[in-house]
């Protein structure tokens, strides 16, 4: 039963007339000496002295509040200023002893503010008595304390709910320190502290774990002298918000500054309750944590929505979580933008739901702007990469799905997999790797990793896929090496096999490229090994004009069948068009038993056009080792 139902039985009892009656286990001499409809009646009668030939501890009920007549409690020693030799019953204070009428009418921001700093001298929660409170000044001190009961607060627009209402919203304002102060945070206008906001949504979402909580940042620059922890925050129905503005072009005015403090915005590092958050339109700055600025680690479920970052090493670490979302945003100058440690998906989901979409990344090194490792399953989509060191990195069993990625400028690889990683691209939505021609390694694979396009197909073989969808275009009648300009290496394909692979049975290569051959010409195309000349070529096809997609496969050693292992297949679109041919490995594999533990396999891809005169080009590459 609610405090304020007990009081309402308890003075019922007394009314009908006992010697003695007991409330909330203390006792009282009596009956109820007086009874008043409400504050304003009773302080009209203590004015007049009604009460004054009453004994120390006799019960008076005005509304649904109890008092008892304490003649030393006059002057400054009042506990309720108009109620001179009266306090309110001992266990049972709430904010309508102060004279709050909570009627959606009356302003009750006086009597409010009077009981709030009582209840901070007292270190008591505050009690709310399940009226509606219009409030037009600022409630000093509200943010700072906890409070019960039942209720809300109305400011204007704005509305606090105390009751345990599901789905209410409830925003906390905040504002950098030295615009802060005694403030409740209750509006835009009258803002708290940004660390005494953090600790209110703390304590209250416990308690009231089915409404919305909300922290709202107003602009300007919040210098983090402490990391926020949340170790101790509560499991709410809905994400707890931290939430920031942005200016008409989308740019975070609100400021994290790690300064020279060295601590992270945001820090989890053990177990506890999980946690839902949500992070929009912040922007943090000169934070040098390699484990980021938001460092959340064990069952935290987070959804940042345009968060930006310079001048930061490190900004977002998460390690065993449930799903880390992240929407939107400008990462410049950075080291280490984003790592996922054990971030896993939706249970059966093969390429994860967590992940990071439409963010652009400018002039970041370390190992990776991206980091997605032991056995973390997320995505990668709509995001852009502006002169990195390395755009993605997968390592240690994790799995990362890309789709609709621009990489236009890297220093070392634009996507690099390594220790067991798997990478899916999705043929559907490709990334386009505008800055291969810089010969840099696009994408760097080691042996035992995976690179495939997304399907379901689990029993398909472990293999290395790549795809280069960037149009070759050439002319002329020289013999044109086709490959040499996206990584730099002259590969068809951007990993290496090691040599003894050629052998193993169960070998299998396929690669696909689509060409268009000018009107009235036809091209020699040529797949060679490690050199370009005639004992290197695998296999070759002469095409006519035309639209042409181009089918390449090698399959493994057989003993019946040491050579002719290479075949092709052209398809001309719209039409019937086939060609075929076979081709010789007895080139690679003198290059293998050369030195069969550290050759590599290599695959180059050449063109000669026989007239020359008008530019064939190269759609799409695709290549595929199988193990």
């Not at 002057?75 to 309110?88: D, N, S, T």
Request: hydrophobic share 40%; net charge negative; glycine share 10%.
């Amino acid at each position: 039963m609610l405090r304020r139902d007990l009081l309402k039985a308890a003075t019922a009892a007394m009314l009908a007339g006992p010697a003695s009656a007991q409330v909330q286990d203390r006792q009282i001499a009596g009956p109820v000496a007086a009874v008043y409809h409400g504050f304003a009646e009773l302080k009209a009668g203590v004015e007049k002295g009604e009460l004054a030939a009453l004994a120390d501890g006799t019960a008076v009920r005005a509304g649904m509040c109890l008092y008892l007549t304490d003649a030393a409690r006059t002057g400054a020693a009042a506990i309720v200023p108009e109620l001179p030799g009266l306090v309110p019953w001992p266990g049972g204070e709430m904010v309508e002893h102060w004279g709050a009428v909570g009627d959606a009418a009356a302003d009750d921001s006086a009597p409010i503010i009077r009981a709030l700093a009582w209840f901070a001298e007292a270190g008591r929660p505050v009690e709310w008595g399940g009226g509606t409170y219009r409030c037009e000044k600022n409630l000093d001190g509200f943010a700072r304390l906890v409070h019960a009961g039942r209720g809300v607060i109305h400011r204007g627009e704005d509305s606090y709910t105390i009751s345990d209402v599901h789905g209410a919203r409830n925003v906390i304002h905040c504002a950098p320190p030295e615009s802060a102060g005694e403030n409740d945070g209750l509006t835009r206008a009258t803002p708290t502290d940004y660390v005494t906001a953090f600790n209110f949504v703390e304590a209250h979402a416990g308690i009231r774990p089915a409404q919305r909580w909300r922290v709202q940042y107003i602009s300007g620059v919040y210098a983090f002298k402490g990391a926020r922890r949340l170790e101790n925050f509560p499991t709410t129905l809905y994400p707890i918000e931290f939430m920031g503005q942005a200016d008409e072009f989308g740019t975070p005015t609100v400021i994290f500054d790690g300064g020279p403090h060295g601590v992270p915005a945001f820090k989890r590092l053990r177990g506890g309750a999980p946690v839902n958050l949500h992070f929009e339109n912040l922007k943090c700055v000169n934070f040098d944590q390699s484990q980021g600025a938001f460092q959340i680690w064990y069952d935290i479920n987070v959804t940042a929505v345009n968060l930006h970052a310079a001048d930061c090493r490190g900004m977002v670490y998460a390690w065993r979580n449930g799903v880390v979302e992240q929407h939107k945003g400008v990462f410049d100058n950075c080291e280490g933008c984003i790592n996922f440690q054990d971030v896993y998906g939706a249970a059966g989901d093969l390429n994860g739901t967590p992940g990071t979409d439409e963010i652009v990344f400018n002039d970041c090194t370390g190992i990776g702007c991206v980091h997605y490792t032991r056995g973390t399953k997320a995505y990668l989509r709509g995001c852009e990469f502006n002169n990195v060191d390395v755009g993605i990195l997968i390592s240690r069993h994790a799995r990362c799905r890309t789709q609709g990625n621009r990489f236009n400028s890297w220093k070392a690889a634009a996507i690099k997999a390594e220790m067991f990683a798997i990478w899916n691209y999705d043929r559907s939505d490709l990334d386009r790797m505008t800055g291969a021609t810089n010969k840099k390694a696009t994408v760097l694979c080691e042996p035992f990793c995976v690179i495939d396009r997304v399907h379901k197909d689990t029993s398909r073989p472990n293999g290395h896929m790549y795809y280069y969808d960037t149009p070759i275009t050439w002319s002329g009648t020289s013999r044109t090496a086709l490959s040499e300009n996206q990584y730099g290496s002259e590969n068809l394909t951007p990993f290496r096999m090691p040599a003894w692979w050629l052998y193993h049975t169960k070998a299998k290569g396929e690669g696909r490229v689509e060409i268009t051959v000018p009107k009235g010409d036809t091209c020699l195309m040529e797949i060679t090994g490690a050199g370009s000349g005639a004992k290197n070529v695998l296999c070759d096809v002469t095409l006519p004009e035309g639209h042409w997609l181009c089918e390449f496969e090698f399959t493994g050693e057989r003993p019946d069948k040491p050579t002719n292992r290479f075949f092709v297949r052209a398809f001309r679109s719209n039409s019937s068009d086939v060609v075929t041919n076979a081709g010789s490995m007895a080139a690679m594999n003198n290059r293998a038993n050369a030195d069969a533990s550290n050759s590599d396999i290599e695959f180059r891809l050449y063109g000669t056009l026989r007239v020359g005169t008008s530019e064939a080009s190269i759609i799409r590459m695709e290549t595929d080792v199988i193990l």
